[in-house]
Nanobody, 128 residues
Framework: QVELVESGGGSVQTGGSLRLSCRASGYKIGAYCMGWVRQAPGKAREGIAA???????IYADSVKGRFTISKDNAKNTLYLQMNSLQAEDTAMYYC??????????????????????WGQGTQVTVSS
């Protein structure tokens, strides 16, 4: 059974940091493109980062230079290190699996293939 479980969300002040984790079960993430997608209330879903099996990454302009996507294949876990958090980063964050193709070519920061499996999400709230 394929499952993605996010953790690490919470409330933080502007300028703070959080690290999100996404533990996968049912398959090995090392062979797949994985990504993070967020959705703020009243806004469209936004792909913000993705990483493929070769370690190639893509980031949305809104998070580039502040967020880092990584994965630990041995732990079968995907991460999102978020630094210099701002109020506009407040959203529900989801991890997702996007097949065995690589990262997309942009402009959205996603895998080349549409996302197939999703986690349940973890809430990030940034306040001043």
């Amino acid at each position: 059974q394929v499952e993605l479980v996010e953790s690490g969300g919470g409330s933080v002040q502007t300028g703070g940091s959080l690290r999100l984790s996404c533990r996968a079960s049912g398959y090995k993430i090392g062979a797949y493109c994985m990504g993070w997608v967020r959705q703020a209330p009243g806004k469209a879903r936004e792909g913000i980062a993705a990483i493929d099996s070769d370690g190639d990454t893509i980031y949305a302009d809104s998070v580039k230079g502040r967020f880092t996507i990584s994965k630990d294949n041995a732990k079968n876990t995907l991460y999102l290190q978020m630094n210099s958090l701002q109020a506009e980063d407040t959203a529900m964050y989801y991890c997702a699996e996007g097949g065995t193709y690589g990262v997309g070519a942009g402009p959205e920061a996603t895998c080349h293939h549409e996302y197939i499996d999703w986690g349940q999400g973890t809430q990030v709230t940034v306040s001043s």
